[in-house]
């Protein structure tokens, strides 16, 4: 019934069944059919489990038109429904009740909401009282008597208001509440409206880093603040930049305070609604509690569409993978000895991106106008390539000045307006360090490129690859601020950064834009572990295969990255390249390799753990204070 710009600014959205289901088995559905079938034929333990049921009391705290807890009170009452059967079936086969009503003990009232928007809270009252009518059809054809609620005495408590004002407690005291469910709004730190970034403020505070959280994280924090203590359990669905890149640090940091772990997860898959003029998101679905659990369910899917599969596990971590409780930070040099890495040089020079002829960008026509004017120019005018360009087989041109003589920078009327307007949009930039710029619109705003051969990593990828593709370029291309670039790195720095087991890393630990693949210097490189001490003979290794990886890109000269690497077109002499490598790489992380990335991840885990407490220590020691004389 919402507008779809007004459902998207509260990221208000339909979730469908399925994906409520598997909130809803996990967090309570499946312990409690468990239950009922060790429960049968024991006539104690199935009176105990009936009570349970009555007993529990359930909670959305962002419950739109109560889709989570109407599937809920269905998969309650049918187990009810089930449980009355076994107690009072004959064996005869039939059902002998004097009166059903008497019986049945699960009502609407065990369920609690909360919606900030009035109309779906009205619709939710409804839908749940809907719901029990076609309960009790269902309870009236089983044992063949009229069976009605009516009139209607009990009711499910759905309060209208703002969830992140709201006191819960006030909604349903938390030493009665069994279960919190549901789906908080998708908003992106960047699409939030004022309201909602009041609400974050009121939330986190000031807490380090809050301004790069998502809107849902707030329900994360109130619901660790309720819990705690408790036995509740909680289970939402959320978009899966909470469980990948720099918010995963910030936001855990805070929840590990109030003692929460991570009971079941679903890792991420394509978030699929019923309604029209969906979102296109993926999602993750998070189980935690107060306290910790002995053996934990991680569901895990090959690609965002397909099904998921069940492993029993003994740890989740925030970024869902069977690995210690450790948080991917930023961090602002290399674990070990690896070679540094660096964002590629910013030009800073127009107001718009999707200017391809402004500023210190020109287009194919405007260097041959140039040219035309000033020959000697040619020089100074570079191939500029960024991580698109890269993978698609494409470059741009940009012009290089540096070291320019100050008379060939006059003799160009073309160069000499160009190099204005890059001034004047310094200068009228409310940025003090932009402004300092404009004193030198000739140059770009900031220069990293390297003055040797260097490697290559685009910033962003396609989700569908195996492997995000990287490669040498000569210093005379510059890369541009959409790529990360690594000075005179080696083949064997090509082949660890070009292998499963980083790539591995980066698909938990780094970040997304939209769905596809971010990759940071600050989460994902410096905090990759690399080989500890490896021996001559494995870094060779590791190198030969590398090169045969290149080789084998060089058969298809004419070919894109982005072709190279589709997983539908990659060419088996690549495939077996790149299959020769993850095993040289494997080999010097432990003798066997890998089978499968979630393998590598938690062995990377583990060794980050073990790396990041000398680097805590040393980071504590050299924020001590100098001692004072009288100390001394």
Known sequence: MLDPKERRQIGAHYTSERDIMKVVRALFLDDLRARFAKAKGDRKKLEQLHVTLAQLRFIDPAC????????????????????????HQKATGTQQVMDIALLAEVDVDQFYGIEIEEWPVRIAEVAMWLMDHQMNIR??????????????????????????????NAVLDKSKCSYILGNPPFVGKKEQIDRQKEDMDRVWGDHPGAGVLDYVTCWYKKAAEYIHGTGI?????????????????VLWSKLFTYGIKIHFAHTTFAWESEASGKAHVHVVIEGFGASDIGNKTLFEYENPKSEAHAIQVKNINPYLADAPDVLVTKRTKPIGEAPEIFY???????????????GLIISSEERKNLLIESPALRPYIRKLLGGEEFIN?????????????????????RLRARLDRVRRFRLSSGRAQTQKLAATPALFGEIRQPSSRYLLIPKVSSETRRYIPVGFIEPAIIASGSALVVPDATLYDFGIISSAMHNAWMRYVGGR?????????????????????????????????????????????????????????????????HAELDR???RCYRPHPFDRDRLRVEYLFGLFEK??????????????????DAQQ
């Not at 309870?139 to 009990?154: D, H, I, M, S, T």
């Open 64 to 87: 739109g038109c109560g889709n989570f807890l109407v599937i809920s009170y269905r998969e309650i009452r049918q187990l009810e429904l089930e449980i009355l059967q076994a107690l």
């Open 139 to 168: 309870v009236a054809e089983v044992f063949g008597q009229y069976f009605a609620r009516l009139p209607l005495r009990k009711s499910p408590t759905i309060v209208h208001g703002n969830a992140l004002t709201v006191d819960w």
């Open 233 to 249: 359990r909680v289970g939402f669905v959320s978009t899966n930049s909470i469980s990948q890149g720099e918010q995963v640090g």
């Open 344 to 358: 590629g040089s910013m030009m800073i020079d127009k107001a718009r991106a999707a200017d391809e002829d402004e």
């Open 393 to 413: 087989g494409s470059y741009r041109w940009c012009l290089w000045l540096v070291d320019a003589p100050p008379e060939l920078l006059r003799e160009s009327p």
């Open 513 to 577: 834009m939209k769905s596809d693949y971010q990759y940071s210097n600050q989460i994902v490189y410096n905090n990759f572990v690399w080989p500890e001490n490896p021996t001559a003979q494995q870094k060779a290794a590791v190198g030969k295969a590398a090169e045969a990886v290149l080789a084998a890109r060089k058969q298809f000269p004419d070919t894109s990255l982005a072709d190279l690497y589709d997983p539908v077109t990659m060419p088996p002499v690549l495939s077996k390249a």
């Open 584 to 586: 040289a790489v494997d």
């Open 611 to 628: 790396a990041s407490v000398p680097l805590m220590a040393s980071a504590r020691k050299g924020r001590r204070r100098a001692p004072t």
